[in-house]
Antibody
Framework: QLQLQESGPGLVKPSETLSLTCTVS??????????WGWVRQPPGKGLEWIAD???????YYNPALSSRVTISVHTSKNQFTLRLSSVTAADTAVYYC????????????????WGQGTLVTVSS | QSVLTQPPSVSAAPGQKVTISCSGT????????VSWYQQLPGTAPKLLLY???RRSSGIPDRFSGSKSGTSATLAITGLQTGDEADYYC???????????FGTGTKVTVL
């Protein structure tokens, strides 16, 4: 069964770049019809979709974060990464990596499965 | 910032039914299917429903969904203490070209 696991620093200083890696096991990241993405959840708050990437190169970014975010897929390692630059305390959150499924019509989208999440705190 | 609106909380006694609404716009719910997620305390969200009303593997038929226009609804019947969790709706926004979630609803079993 497909599993995703986040890894990266749990503490990042303000103005620096947050970098996270998601390792996919139990399946290939090159599979068609799947995007690979990141969702975050500030403590005590709701979910926010950050970015998606398709192994073929297509990417989607949340407009509110697009100037600071880069998502990349590394098929040879079965991993994908997130980079968020110029972080502030507002970027403190649990970051989840996940598989984003889109059907052939393009109008059906869902997220399954999710990684367990990793807390990233922005503080000096 | 959440694009879809849900009630902050709903509650009912064990065995009863609760419904959770999710309100959006023509660019998201109005033109795309809706999915629903359950987040138990301290855990990652889990897919409950997709395509408005199709249950994910292993999800009991006590969970059902519907959609009409720019709104969707999740219903939980035969409420159990194990259903206490936060529930989120989600869909694609064709204008933003990114996924969007609801504000989240906390279900309490009285």
């Amino acid at each position: 069964q497909l599993q995703l696991q986040e890894s990266g620093p749990g503490l990042v200083k303000p103005s620096e770049t947050l970098s996270l890696t998601c390792t996919v096991s139990g399946g290939s990241i090159s599979s068609s019809s799947y995007y690979w993405g990141w969702v975050r959840q500030p403590p005590g708050k709701g979910l926010e979709w950050i970015a998606d990437a398709y192994s073929g190169g297509i990417t989607y970014y949340n407009p509110a974060l697009s100037s600071r975010v880069t998502i990349s897929v590394h098929t040879s390692k079965n991993q994908f990464t997130l980079r968020l630059s110029s972080v502030t305390a507002a970027d403190t959150a649990v970051y989840y990596c996940a598989r984003h499924v889109e059907d052939d019509s393009g109008s059906s989208h869902w997220i399954h499965p999710w990684g367990q999440g990793t807390l990233v705190t922005v503080s000096s | 910032q959440s694009v879809l609106t849900q009630p902050p909380s709903v509650s009912a006694a064990p065995g009863q039914k609760v419904t959770i609404s999710c309100s959006g716009t023509s660019s998201n719910i109005g033109s795309n299917y809706v999915s629903w997620y359950q987040q138990l305390p301290g855990t990652a969200p889990k897919l409950l429903l997709y395509d408005n009303n199709r249950r994910s593997s292993g999800i009991p038929d006590r969970f059902s969904g519907s959609k009409s226009g720019t709104s969707a609804t999740l219903a939980i019947t035969g409420l159990q203490t194990g259903d206490e969790a936060d529930y989120y709706c989600g869909t694609w926004d064709s204008s933003l070209t990114i996924g969007v979630f609801g504000t989240g609803t906390k279900v309490t079993v009285l």
